[in-house]
């Protein structure tokens, strides 16, 4: 199949399922890439994790942190469905900043990765980011914001209302009245951007190697696999990502290594137009495309 | 003869006294004016009362009595033939012209209620089904003309009266007629209902064409198109997967031609020959009709004396309030 045809197709499934995306596919080593519409901006989310983690480990490879630092942590008390880790801990528990970093990364915990803004914040960050010459990924707020939505707020049987909201209430320009939803309020990006980040911390870049080697480490033990993992994880080929999910968002930003060595910065950022909190179809779609653009650059 | 006369028009009971009401005098006058009109046009109490499908008695009766009521003799009685005194020479024209009156009055009666009754009824409906529903209201003197339109056509037909009533779509809860929906399709399912989950495109069905439910322009209403809507992205079916079609045949071509099922009654099912079932999570949904007329009259009239006929129309099971 011609790669015209192939991005109709997958412009046509990710319709079909009610999604519009951003997606890049980027050979790392041939620098071959494939993607649709991948300069849209979208909030990402929980993908602002892997910029943090990045942040926290060049300050602790830098000697301004400790990772052995024991912090004492809140409980999040979160009942409803998505939180993790500490977010649904009943009790403080002390935890050290290393620990955080994984649960904050490798599980998405909002309240790990809020303890690790409070040492280094949105705009230390963002400054960090620049610094490593990653452009394009706006830092902007913490991640509380990201459990404070109306579908926190609504009765599980009305999850579908926080949904509509988020779908039909966006303005002009990806402007959105929910902060977390709106790209120049909230924590930003787009996937050519953080396929950026990921040649940055696959390859050798501006980034040091030991804070590099972690964030791999940790996206490879990445616990929220239902998105692309399926299409991707095999005894051949190695899968490290991120996930980031706000109402109607379904992202999700990784790498896979095969086996022969040829590597791949895979990400899909994607908005829904269906009123439903669960779509394991969509993120099937999701997996397709991805997986469709990248066996076009796997020769 | 006078003494007779006399007697006759007290028997009528209708002598004008004050107490007599002037309806029924009137009646009596053209009853009465009738006889004169034909008793004199004959010169003949027989032949006149015959000519006017009367007994002589009631004609002679009924002239006497016009005669107490005016005052004077209005047929001459004393020769061997009935001639008109003067007097009745001078009220024949009148007398003929109220006649006539009356009679045009009552073809125009006859033509009121022959007027043709507009009624916008869902595009739906088979041609067999409508026809006996005008054939049906013939026979209360209804000249029903079928007007069929899709629903929001219907609501605005009633609401500027260019149909005299409109069946208008309207939730089940408050409707006067109640047809369950269902889905069909070409195949016969094994299992009394069918299950919208069942579509669900699995992880492992790669590309296979997801199958589609069809939503035909009689049901692209809310109180049924959203709930299907709201379903089918709660059960996690693609947003392709529940689409409203362009018209009823587009969606049963789609449907005749794939595994693709088409909510409707189950009397369109039969009609278009596809097996029908319940719809497994809406075993409630339902299309709902109401009379909606400028008139009360005319809505009372089509709810009443065509209840049963317009049921047929529409596919409808039971009824639920008048």
Known sequence: MSVTRVLGAAREALDEAGLRGSFLVRDLDSGDELGIDPDLEFPVASLVKVPLALATLERIDRGELDAATPIVVAPGRATTAGPTGLSRFRHPATVALDDLLYLSTSLSDETAADALFTLTPPTAVAAELRRLGFEGIAVRHRTAALIDTPAEKLPPDQLHLAHSIAITAATAGHGHPLPQLDVTRANSGSARAFVELLQGLWRPSAIRPAPAARVRELMAANLIRQRLTPDFSSDASRWSSKTGTLLNLRHEVGVVEHADGQTFAVAALTESRVAAGSQPGAEAVMARVARNLRDQLRF | ?322
């Open chain 2, 1 to 322: 003869m006078t003494v007779p006369a006399t007697v006759d028009a007290f028997k009528d009971g209708n002598a004008p006294t004050d107490a007599i009401t002037a309806y029924s005098l009137a009646v009596d006058l053209v009853a009465a004016c009738r006889a004169f009109v034909a008793v004199s046009g004959y010169a003949s109490f027989t032949a006149g009362a015959a000519a006017a499908h009367i007994p002589q008695s009631v004609a002679s009766r009924r002239i006497a009595a016009l005669e107490r009521h005016f005052g004077a003799r209005l047929f001459d009685r004393s020769t061997r033939t009935v001639t008109l005194t003067p007097f009745g020479r001078d009220m024949l024209p009148s007398a003929r012209r109220l006649v006539d009156l009356a009679e045009a009055m009552e073809h125009a009666a006859v033509r009121a209620r022959l007027r043709p009754f507009r009624l916008a009824v869902p595009a739906v409906c088979a041609p067999r089904a409508l026809a006996r529903l005008v054939a049906q209201a013939r026979r209360h003197e209804l000249l029903l003309e079928a007007h069929p339109a899709e629903p929001a056509e219907r609501a605005e037909l009633a609401r500027v009266l260019e149909v005299r009533a409109a069946l208008v779509a309207v939730p089940p809860a408050e409707a006067t007629w109640r047809v369950p929906l269902g889905l069909a399709g070409r195949a016969e399912p094994a299992l009394p209902a069918l299950y919208l989950e069942t579509l669900r495109v699995g992880r492992a069905d790669g590309e296979a064409p997801a199958r589609r439910v069809w939503i035909q322009p009689e049901d692209d209403v809310p109180h049924v198109r959203d709930p299907v809507m709201r379903l089918r992205d709660a059960l996690g079916l693609r947003p392709g997967q529940v689409r409203v079609a362009a018209s009823l045949v587009a969606a049963a071509a789609e449907v005749l031609g794939s595994a693709d099922l088409l909510l409707c009654s189950q009397l369109q099912a039969a009609e278009l020959g596809l097996h029908w079932r319940p719809a497994g999570e809406l075993a409630t949904a339902a299309r709902g009709y109401r009379i909606a007329a400028g008139r009360r009259e005319d809505a009372d009239a089509v709810r009443t004396l065509l209840h049963a006929a317009v049921r047929r129309c529409l596919g409808g099971v039971e009824e639920v309030a008048r």
